[in-house]
């Protein structure tokens, strides 16, 4: 993902553009086949836009994501339709997106329908396959979404994403919704289901203690912008960025040595139509100094892998 921007305009009555959401503003990282990469924020810092933009789901301002040497952002539908098939999403609440009214093996079928995959008996042997995969009964194949609970609703979202066979899953807040018990299986699951399928995951998420238990590497956004990226052993014992200081001083500690002081940030999180000038935390940042509300920070790779945007560093 290269230097990703997504604006949307903000337009008069009449059509003229007034100003420009910076939801997300230039983004850069790579990702590892077989990896998880997870991304952590607050809501409103952009993330879910990322995500659904390197997916062109929405389509992208500026900037490039290179997927199998091909920039997704440069092909035609007609070319994105086989990249799609590789490149799946998982939301938040799964239910949402269930027709009620469709038994749930017909609704993982759709998908497999659209892009001409088998014949409905085969497509009906790989549903069946997938919901045993993801820990469900092949005959709850013939059940409605509200016969479901959270979690088994999620476990079919994650069956949904995986009767296309991906090789990349952007999910999005995919336990935010569920009871911590239950969190915690279907994290277990996905990381089952990664090394069987050797996946690679985008994982969104606005909690960082659950970014850390999935990920190998995270990044932390604000207001649009990556501020932080690390192997994830790294961003927990030496964060680098105040605001991952801060967000990391809010999760209890696992291990002694990883105490901290707590970092009480100060203010709201500003608009992203009127970003600050200069570093875009310095609104709230305990170490402000003068320069940082003039002269924004540039991104540096401090040591192998850790990229930080402050001047401190
Ligand atoms: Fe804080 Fe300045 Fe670093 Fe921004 S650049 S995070 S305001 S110290
Ligand atoms: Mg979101």
């Not at 991104?299 to 945007?309: A, D, I, L, R």
């Amino acid at each position: 993902v290269k230097g990703v921007k997504k604006y949307f305009p903000v337009k008069s009555p009449l059509g003229a553009t007034l100003q420009q959401v910076r939801a997300v503003n230039d983004i850069s990282f790579n990702m590892y086949e077989g990896e998880t990469f997870g991304v952590v924020g607050e809501s409103g810092c952009g993330k879910s836009t990322m995500g659904r933009t390197i997916l062109r789901l929405t389509e992208p301002t500026e900037g490039q994501a290179i997927f199998q040497n091909k920039d997704l952002f440069g092909l035609s539908e007609r070319e994105m339709k086989p990249m799609r098939q590789q490149l799946q999403m998982v939301f938040q609440d799964p239910y949402s997106s269930l027709n009620p009214r469709k038994r749930i093996g017909a609704t993982l079928e759709e998908p497999m329908i659209i892009h001409r995959m088998g014949n409905k008996r085969e497509r009906t042997d790989k549903v069946m396959e997938i919901l045993q995969k993801v820990g469900m009964n092949a005959d709850q194949y013939y059940r409605y979404p509200h016969e479901f609970s959270g979690g088994q609703r999620q476990r079919i979202g994650l069956a949904r994403a995986l009767v296309m066979n991906p090789k990349l899953i952007i999910c999005d807040e995919p336990v935010s919704a569920l009871d911590v018990s239950i969190q915690s299986q279907i994290i277990n699951l996905m990381q089952q289901l990664q090394r069987e399928l050797k996946l690679t995951f985008l994982f969104i998420a606005h909690d960082i203690s659950v970014v850390r238990h999935i990920s190998d590497r995270i990044g932390v956004m604000y207001l649009g912008q990556m501020v932080e990226q690390a192997p994830t052993d790294k961003l927990i014992r030496t964060p680098l960025h105040p605001y991952t200081q801060a967000l990391l001083s809010a999760v209890p500690a696992t291990k002694p040595n990883e105490v901290r002081e707590r970092v009480i940030l100060k203010g709201d999180l500003p608009s992203p139509l009127n970003p600050p000038a200069g570093c875009i935390f310095h609104t709230r940042c305990p170490y402000v100094m003068d320069r940082c509300k003039t002269e924004a920070p540039l991104n540096k790779e401090v040591t192998e892998g850790h990229f930080v945007s402050c001047h401190l560093h």
